[in-house]
């Protein structure tokens, strides 16, 4: 399986009202199963998902929280609006948002964005990525599947990377199990987040600076079968647990 991968370059500094996959299309001639992999900034910065800073009023808790991370008050007060839970307030605010994503800061950003200005998360990705699919299908008549993507660190290691927090024409996690390995053992637990791992290759192709390549294209993926069940249930989830039992204290 040879697989081609292809940033989109030259699409202009998108505003509110721009027409992106429109845009994306002029620069792509789509196929057939491709992937096309968006930057979740450049999705709310042309749905107008962005906040102005100076119209922000910080609440009781924005105040409390920015005393201890040091941020604008006015910054962690559109964090709060966000998120739906604060799992951690310090030495930085871990949220979870609508859509069940955990992130630090609620995915809320201040980079490639004018001054003054918030960029903040589409509030349900999974649409997002389906409109962005449904609009290629229109205009090209290509079958093309779709992840949205988000920057994030990880637990227990340093350096950010590229995550899917929304996708569609696809399923997030590609299920091993029952599968059989070269040995012939029966795989019990095996679950590949394909999406994931694909967002990540994306995000080293797009760059966290001034590379302008916000989409990159992946031709040649293979299909795979399985579910969207990436989150952890709040019972399963044993990070998040500890993390509540040490905020109690």
């Not at 930085?92 to 948002?97: A, D, K, P, S, Y």
């Not at 992840?147 to 899917?164: E, K, L, P, S």
């Amino acid at each position: 399986m040879d697989i081609q991968v292809i940033g989109v370059r030259d699409l202009p500094l998108f505003q509110k009202g721009d027409d992106l996959p429109a845009l994306i299309c002029e620069k792509v001639a789509f196929e057939d199963g491709d992937i096309l992999v968006v930057a979740s900034s450049v999705y709310s910065k042309a749905k107008g998902f962005t906040r102005d800073l100076a119209a922000i009023v910080p609440g009781a808790d924005a105040v409390r929280i920015a005393e201890k991370t040091k941020e604008d008050p006015r910054f962690v007060q559109a964090v709060l609006d966000s998120s739906t839970d604060i799992l951690l307030e310090h030495p930085f605010i871990l949220c979870e948002l609508p859509s069940g994503h955990i992130g630090v800061r609620a995915g809320v950003d201040h980079s490639n964005v004018e001054d003054g200005r918030l960029i903040i998360l589409p509030p349900d990705p999974m649409v997002a990525a389906g409109e962005i699919r449904d609009a290629i299908r229109r205009i090209t008549g290509k079958n093309v599947r779709v992840i949205v993507t988000d920057t994030c660190g990880r637990a227990f290691r340093r350096g950010q990377t590229g995550i899917a927090i929304g996708w569609a024409g696809m399923t997030g996690i590609d299920d091993y199990r029952g599968d059989t390995d070269l040995f012939g053992h029966v795989l019990e637990i095996t679950e590949e987040a394909v999406v994931d791992e694909i967002a990540a290759f994306a995000n080293f192709v797009m760059g966290e600076s001034h590379q302008g390549v916000p989409a990159v294209v992946f031709r040649n993926c293979r299909t795979w079968n399985g579910h969207d069940n990436v989150y952890f249930t709040p019972a399963e989830d044993i990070v998040r647990t500890a993390l509540k039992e040490n905020k109690k204290d």
